[in-house]
Every structure is written in structure tokens, then in C-alpha cells.
T-cell receptor, first 114, second 115 residues
Framework: EDQVTQSPEALRLQEGESSSLNCSYT??????LFWYRQDPGKGPEFLFT???AGEEKEKERLKATLTKKESFLHITAPKPEDSATYLC???????????????FGQGTILTVHP | KAGVTQTPRYLIKTRGQQVTLSCSPI?????VSWYQQTPGQGLQFLFE???????NKGNFPGRFSGRQFSNSRSEMNVSTLELGDSALYLC??????????????FGAGTRLSVL
């Protein structure tokens, strides 16, 4: 069964203080790893998809990286508006029993103080 | 381009009742997935529909069911509601079921409270 573990559960940063969020996963044949951002009372907003180990993607202050066992979401010089819950999810490849569905981690609640 | 639309946004029901939630996917998207989000369990997969057929199902009791129409719109039904069904129900649409590059885009969700 696919498993996704995110750490830390909560992270408090000062504005401008860079840090990283971790997503460890176990899946039978990774089809893709996804990062989403969720604000209170809203649905998850898509950020990145990573497909193979060594791949990196960037968007503004965010950079996502992928290895064979985990992914990191690096936040450089965060601002208060980056405060949100960040969710990691994996999608199993063909041949698996859960092909197509997303298996989510519990999320990391990020708070950036001005 | 309009995003995923879920209606209603909020619902209050009592135990034993049934409820139907609606989801309109992004135009051109043919796959719709449903998830339940609770503080304790996080986001859990309910089921996925593609071309009016259920392609995948999560570990939920038979009280949870869904369907998809020819225009790709989807409905989810929960019968005999229990207190534990209180949650945010999220719908996500994607171009196709599974496959590389298949990104799921989420709606704002329906907040269901069971009293």
C-alpha cells in the first residue's frame, strides 16, 4: 500500500528565513509526485509535479526536488503570504492496485511571521 | 477558463439522512475524482470516474457512491449519514484517468456537517 509521510507537521518561520519541507514516500512504481498548497477553507492548489529522481522544479520562492525515496519543498526567503498547508501526494504507475489515485500525506502547516 | 465548481459549498444534515454533492469539472476534463478531508485522517481517496465509468475506488463503505454523466459532471451520494461523515468533500478533475502528466485540479469543496 502506498504511504506518504510529511515532516515537520508544523513549521514557524520568520519572514526571510529559508527552510525545507520533507515528503517521504513508499509506492510501487512512482507515476508522479505532486505538491499542493491549501489555504484555510479552500481546496488544494496545484504547485508542482515531479516524475523521476533528480528532477527539480521552481516557482517564485518555491523549489521542489525528488529522490527515489523522498521529495523536498525548499522555501527561499518566505513571506507571510506563503503561510498555508503544503500537501504532498504520490500517484502509482500502471500495474498497481491504486493506479491513478493520489495518496496524500498529512501536510505541513507553514506559518511565516512578518 | 473556469475551474472546478462544487455545489453546495456548505450543508448541514442530521444522522440517517442522505446527501448528494455535485461537481462540474474544468471544461474538457473527462476524469473526476472525489476525496474526503478530515483533521484526523487528512485527504482520503473515495473514487474516480472517467467516461461515466468508475475506474478506481477507495476504502469507504457502500454508503458512499457516485456517478458521472455524459457531460463529465459528477455527483457523490452518501446515504444513512453518520456523525463521522462530517468532513470537507473535495472534487478534482483531470484531462484523463491516470497516465503521465495527469494533474488533478481541485474545487473549493463542500463542507458537510452531520448533526
Amino acid at each position: 500500500e502506498d504511504q506518504v509521510t510529511q515532516s515537520p507537521e508544523a513549521l514557524r518561520l520568520q519572514e526571510g528565513e529559508s527552510s525545507s519541507l520533507n515528503c517521504s514516500y513508499t509506492v510501487s512504481g512512482l507515476r508522479g509526485l505532486f505538491w499542493y498548497r491549501q489555504d484555510p477553507g479552500k481546496g488544494p492548489e496545484f504547485l508542482f509535479t515531479l516524475y523521476s529522481a533528480g528532477e527539480e522544479k521552481e516557482k517564485e520562492r518555491l523549489k521542489a526536488t525528488l529522490t527515489k525515496k523522498e521529495s523536498f519543498l525548499h522555501i527561499t526567503a518566505p513571506k507571510p503570504e506563503d503561510s498555508a498547508t503544503y500537501l504532498c501526494a504520490v500517484q502509482e504507475g500502471p500495474g498497481g492496485t491504486s493506479y491513478g489515485k493520489l495518496t496524500f500525506g498529512q501536510g505541513t502547516i507553514l506559518t511565516v511571521h512578518p | 477558463k473556469a475551474g472546478v465548481t462544487q455545489t453546495p459549498r456548505y450543508l448541514i444534515k442530521t444522522r440517517g439522512q442522505q446527501v448528494t454533492l455535485s461537481c462540474s469539472p474544468i471544461s474538457g476534463h473527462r476524469s473526476v475524482s472525489w476525496y474526503q478531508q478530515t483533521p484526523g485522517q487528512g485527504l482520503q481517496f473515495l473514487f474516480e470516474y472517467f467516461s461515466e465509468t468508475q475506474r478506481n475506488k477507495g476504502n469507504f463503505p457502500g454508503r458512499f457512491s457516485g456517478r458521472q454523466f455524459s457531460n463529465s459532471r459528477s455527483e457523490m451520494n452518501v446515504s444513512t449519514l453518520e456523525l463521522g461523515d462530517s468532513a470537507l468533500y473535495l472534487c478534482a478533475s483531470s484531462l484523463k484517468a491516470g497516465g503521465p502528466g495527469n494533474i488533478q485540479y481541485f474545487g473549493a469543496g463542500t463542507r458537510l456537517s452531520v448533526l
